[in-house]
């Protein structure tokens, strides 16, 4: 009999002495931070070359024959413009500088409240 009293206390004996491991509750802690933003950098300055320009009226434009046919006078391209073509292409130059000026404002915008 005290074999089985003693098998009994062999079986049972885990369940007697609770030797389960404490377990410390696990905290989450949730961090918002704000995704990194690219800023592309701004696009070399403008440099431009000097140009020399030309204006053909008929005084100098005879005065330029009579230097071509002596061989003193360069031998220029020329090209002309009529008035509605030289109002039509500065209108287009103008409206390069408001594209830019346009594109120059919005990329300050969004560069604004990361610098703050």
Do not use: F
Not at 78 to 85: D, I, Q, R
């Amino acid at each position: 009999m005290i074999w089985k009293l003693l098998l009994l206390l062999l079986l049972s004996g885990c369940s007697v002495l609770d030797r389960t491991p404490v377990v410390a509750p696990i905290e989450v802690v949730t961090v918002v931070e704000k995704a990194p933003q690219y800023h592309p950098p701004l696009p070399n300055p403008i440099s431009t070359t000097p140009v020399e320009w030309t204006v053909l009226t008929p005084d100098t434009m005879s005065e330029y024959l009579a230097d071509l046919e002596n061989g003193d006078a360069p031998t220029n391209a020329y090209y002309g413009l009529t008035p509605k073509s030289y109002e039509n292409l500065s209108n287009n130059m103008a409206d390069v500088k408001r594209y830019i000026r346009q594109l120059l404002s919005i990329l300050s915008y969004y560069q604004e409240p990361v610098e703050k």
